[in-house]
């Protein structure tokens, strides 16, 4: 299944599931890996606008078949501001703090096993310990 057919399987999931909220006035989507994040326009019953923002992650059973859990924000006019001013925030905050390398848990994994194969290796044969032992040794 490609990602265009996951995603429209994982758009008619959430509207059969969210009968209760009218139509999209706008819609944009965001794919990310496992995860797709919906932002959305709606209008209230007074024909007022609102943001929700929908997190949907796609989780594959042993037997092949999947499923979505999602998280929903609901955003209301009087709350924009504010937001948007803490996301900018939080944003800015991790960027000056960890720059734009994403360095998620795999990454870290391989990094630290990379950097143990390095150090092993680098050793000079004096400083090895009884564990660090070559099949050249034996």
């Given at each position: 299944m490609n990602c265009?057919?996951?995603l429209l399987i994982d758009r008619k999931y959430m509207r059969e599931n969210d009968m209760l909220e009218k139509d999209e006035i706008f819609s944009k989507v965001l794919r990310a890996g496992r995860r797709t994040y919906f932002f959305d326009v709606r209008a209230t019953k007074a024909d007022d606008y609102y943001i929700t923002i929908t997190e949907s992650k796609k989780f594959?059973?042993?037997d092949g078949s999947f499923h979505f859990k999602k998280h929903k924000i609901y955003l209301y006019k009087e709350d924009f501001?504010?937001?948007?001013?803490?996301?900018?925030?939080?944003?800015?905050?991790?960027?000056?703090?960890?720059?734009?390398?994403?360095?998620?848990?795999?990454?870290?994994?391989?990094?630290?096993?990379?950097?143990?194969?390095?150090?092993?290796?680098?050793?000079?044969?004096?400083?090895?310990?009884?564990?660090?032992?070559?099949?050249?040794?034996i």
């Amino acid at each position: 299944m490609n990602c265009i057919e996951t995603l429209l399987i994982d758009r008619k999931y959430m509207r059969e599931n969210d009968m209760l909220e009218k139509d999209e006035i706008f819609s944009k989507v965001l794919r990310a890996g496992r995860r797709t994040y919906f932002f959305d326009v709606r209008a209230t019953k007074a024909d007022d606008y609102y943001i929700t923002i929908t997190e949907s992650k796609k989780f594959t059973e042993e037997d092949g078949s999947f499923h979505f859990k999602k998280h929903k924000i609901y955003l209301y006019k009087e709350d924009f501001a504010a937001f948007s001013e803490i996301l900018e925030e939080m944003t800015a905050y991790v960027l000056n703090h960890k720059g734009e390398e994403v360095i998620s848990e795999r990454h870290q994994r391989d990094f630290k096993r990379e950097y143990q194969q390095e150090t092993v290796e680098e050793k000079p044969a004096s400083e090895k310990s009884f564990t660090d032992i070559d099949f050249d040794d034996i």
